[in-house]
Nanobody
Framework: QVHLVESGGGLVQPGGSLRLSCAAT???????MGWYRQAPGEERELVAT???????HYADSVKGRFTISRDNAKNTTYLQMNSLKPEDTAVYYC???????????????WGQGTQVTVSS
């Protein structure tokens, strides 16, 4: 059974910071881990991704403000969010690709999401 457990969401004032974390269990050989977000009435959009070898990708809207990092030994990814804006308000979802324990095929997995609200 694959689980992606997210934490770190909450309420923060504009200009503040939050750090999200996502720990994956029941999966191995993870290459890409990343974060997406979805605001009410909007499509889910890419925020940031990272590969095992350290390559990263960011949406233009968060570039320079957010930083994604990895701890491969713990199958965990982090998203450091600085200079938060009200438009960053959304549910943030963790994702990972890899192999579930006991399976031969590659799948993509999602966390349940964590709410980030930026408001004064």
């Amino acid at each position: 059974q694959v689980h992606l457990v997210e934490s770190g969401g909450g309420l923060v004032q504009p200009g503040g910071s939050l750090r999200l974390s996502c720990a994956a269990t029941g999966i191995f050989d993870i290459n890409v881990m990343g974060w997406y977000r979805q605001a009410p009435g909007e499509e889910r959009e890419l925020v940031a991704t990272s590969t095992r070898d350290g390559s990263t990708h960011y949406a233009d809207s968060v570039k320079g403000r957010f930083t994604i990092s990895r701890d491969n030994a713990k199958n965990t990814t982090y998203l450091q969010m600085n200079s938060l804006k009200p438009e960053d308000t959304a549910v943030y979802y963790c994702n990972a690709d890899g192999y579930a324990v006991g399976k031969w095929y590659l799948s993509h997995y999602w966390g349940q999401g964590t709410q980030v609200t930026v408001s004064s």
